[in-house]
């Protein structure tokens, strides 16, 4: 693989959860190549304190923010551009997973999680969306996951999220690329980051029945937290090769578990997609414009 040549460093990256895990990867990495970055945590201190002393002081702008809350977002969105005068790439990094089979999860941990992973994502585009539109320029990473591409078992929420998190990104990408916006989707696979040691990871209403579930989550807890495969420090040169190319890139497969699971899953689709095809394509009424939607 050629070594990644930094065209302009020149461009500021505005980075949600940007305490731990990627977006704290990101943020380093982001500064030691000489970026500006503007980071969001709900603890600023915290933030401030796991940043360290990376790159230029001035160089980055650590910001309290509650994703929930968009006088807090739009506060955050001021904040940037009065340091850095505008904004370039914006992460959406943000995000968290709940765990157990879906009858165990109650209606609020579900929400919580579609709170964070959605519409708190919803709200930073909603905010950030006329600022890269004057500019007529922005680039919109999303962190979404392998489980944006299949369901996962002990996973539904946190799958249904990143399948809605794909599913907003696409319609986002169509409807601001006239403006200059490029939007990317990161189906990342398992990374070593802090993410399966929150609370909100261990099932608490447990319904004994589910032993298949309650040993996944064991073997996920007691064995592969620590051992997640990917390296977070090795995601932000990907992010950069993507953002310094030229056309689209609507979803990025990164990991050789995200790339293999891609495969599988299109092989699935197709499989269902033919067994019932002779069936399933009988369903249009005889006369149909088929042009309804404009391209
Ligand atoms: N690790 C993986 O295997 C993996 C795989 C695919 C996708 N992802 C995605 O990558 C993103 C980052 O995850 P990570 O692995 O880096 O996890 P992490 O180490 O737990 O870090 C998560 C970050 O998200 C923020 N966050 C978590 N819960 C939040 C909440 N309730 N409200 C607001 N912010 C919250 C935190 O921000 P503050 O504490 O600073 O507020 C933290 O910086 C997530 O969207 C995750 O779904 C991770």
């Known amino acids: 693989m050629s070594s990644l040549e930094i065209k302009s460093n020149d461009k500021v990256w ?25 980071g969001t945590s709900r ?16 160089h980055f702008l650590a910001v309290q923010v509650d994703l929930l809350n968009e006088d807090s977002i739009r506060q955050s969105l001021n904040d940037a551009l009065s340091k850095f005068g505008r904004i370039d790439v914006v992460v959406n990094n943000a995000g968290f997973s709940i765990s157990g089979a879906l009858e165990e999860n109650t209606d609020k941990q579900v929400r919580s999680n579609f709170d964070i992973n959605v519409f ?6 909603r905010n950030v969306s006329p600022i890269l539109r004057n500019q007529r320029s922005g680039y919109v990473f999303n962190i979404s996951s ?17 399948f809605a998190l794909d599913g907003l990104s696409e319609s986002y990408a169509q409807e601001v690329k006239p403006f200059g916006i490029r939007v ?13 040691d929150a609370d909100a990871y261990k099932p608490k209403n447990r319904i004994e029945a589910y032993k298949q579930v309650h040993s996944v989550l064991d073997f996920i807890i007691n064995q592969y937290s620590g051992n997640q495969p990917v390296d977070p420090s090795k995601i932000l040169d990907i992010l950069i090769r993507v953002y310094q190319s030229e056309g689209d890139t609507m979803h990025l497969f990164v990991s050789p578990e995200s790339n293999q699971l891609l495969k599988i899953r299109a092989e699935q689709l197709f499989k269902d997609q033919k067994r019932w095809e002779e069936f ?14 404009p391209q």
């Open 120 to 125: 708190a994502v919803f709200n930073v585009l």
């Open 146 to 162: 392998v489980g944006g591409l299949q369901g996962v078992i002990a996973h539904s929420a946190y799958c249904a999220t990143k």
């Open 184 to 196: 990317t989707t990161v189906n990342l696979g398992a990374a070593r980051t802090t993410i399966l």
């Open 43 to 58: 603890d600023r201190q915290n933030l401030i304190n796991a940043v360290g002393n990376f790159g230029y002081r001035d």
């Open 280 to 293: 399933t394509t009988q369903t249009d009424f005889e006369t149909t414009n088929t042009n309804m939607i």
């Open 14 to 38: 505005f980075v949600t959860g940007a305490s731990r895990g990627i977006g704290l990867a990101l943020t380093k990495g982001l500064l030691a190549y000489g970026f500006k970055v503007v």
